[in-house]
Nanobody
């Protein structure tokens, strides 16, 4: 069984910073792409950033230049460094990770974190 645990959310003032973490644990054989999504009330869940294994990172236009995604494969963890936060960044942030398990090492499934609230005040 695989689980993702998110941490690092909270409330900050506009212009502040937060660092989100998402750690995967369980019978993990391999991790492919890792990413962060967010969903604000009344809006669709959107991709914020993604980082494939050995590939180039991708960012939503709204966060380019402010957010940085990174990963530590030894820790099975993906991070999202969020700087210059704006009120419109307020949302629940979810980690999504494509993982294969020992039982089927070449079959990948998507796993979601529980979500962490980020609130930016102005």
């Amino acid at each position: 069984q695989v689980q993702l645990v998110e941490s690092g959310g909270g409330s900050v003032q506009a212009g502040g910073s937060l660092r989100l973490s998402c750690a995967a644990s369980g019978s993990i054989f391999s991790i492919n792409v890792m990413g962060w999504y967010r969903q604000a009330p009344g809006k669709l869940r959107e991709l914020v950033a993604s980082i494939p294994n050995g590939g180039s990172t991708r960012y939503a236009d709204s966060v380019k230049g402010r957010f940085t995604i990174s990963r530590d494969n030894a820790k099975n963890t993906v991070y999202l460094q969020m700087n210059s936060l704006k009120p419109e960044d307020t949302a629940v942030y979810y980690c999504k990770t494509s993982i294969s398990e020992y039982g089927s090492p070449y079959s990948f499934q998507d796993y979601w974190g529980q979500g962490t609230q980020v609130t930016v005040s102005s």
